[in-house]
């Protein structure tokens, strides 16, 4: 059995439709991760267990999703020295609130934030894949392939428009 290097937490299962873009890079990067649904608010114990006992399981990176007050992210942060990133979801106020609870964090206890939603959830499993990379070779070379793929896409959309901007 392979031991996660990654784990995905979420607030509550609701969560799970953005959370799935985070594991989903994973996946594809052929990282270990497990996911699970730990409140910040309603299992405050098991949130403060799970996060000091992550380093021990194996985990490298802890990827924390939760929307409105946000707070799993920090939670989960004052009780390891892994790096943790939070993925504010958009459960109230477009996910503004989520963004600020999760991204002001006291000094100390950082909290890398990315963007609201599925988009930021993506982008956690990249940075996890960067942070990982760093003692991974071969993950570094995955990723480099990923970072040009993206660019070889960015140019073949160009050379569409300026073949559409021909007819203009």
């Given amino acids: ?36 649904v ?16 992550a380093s021990r399981r194996g985990v490298k990176v802890i990827v924390a999703g939760a929307g409105a007050a946000a707070h799993l992210a920090g939670a989960v942060a004052a009780n390891t020295t ?6 504010p979801l958009a459960a109230t106020l477009s996910g503004f609130d989520a963004l600020l609870s999760t991204v002001q964090m ?3 206890i950082p909290v890398a934030t990315v963007a609201v ?4 959830a993506k982008n956690a499993g990249i940075l996890a894949a960067q942070i990982l990379a760093l003692s991974d070779p071969e993950l570094a070379k995955a990723l ?25």
Avoid at 144 to 167: G, T
Wanted: hydrophobic share 40%.
């Fill in 117 to 120: 939603g599925k988009a930021g």
């Fill in 38 to 53: 730990i409140s910040a608010h309603r299992v405050p114990a098991r949130v403060a267990e799970f996060a000091a006992s």
């Fill in 144 to 168: 480099d392939a990923y970072k040009n793929s993206l660019a070889a896409d960015c140019e073949e959309k160009n050379k569409k428009l300026q073949e559409k901007l021909k007819d203009f």
């Fill in 106 to 108: 006291p000094a100390g």
């Fill in 1 to 36: 059995m392979t031991r996660e290097l990654v784990s995905i937490v979420m607030g509550s299962d609701s969560d799970l439709e953005v959370m799935q873009e985070c594991a989903s890079v994973l996946k594809g990067f052929g990282i270990p991760y497990q996911m699970q």
């Fill in 82 to 87: 892994l790096p943790v990133i939070g993925v």
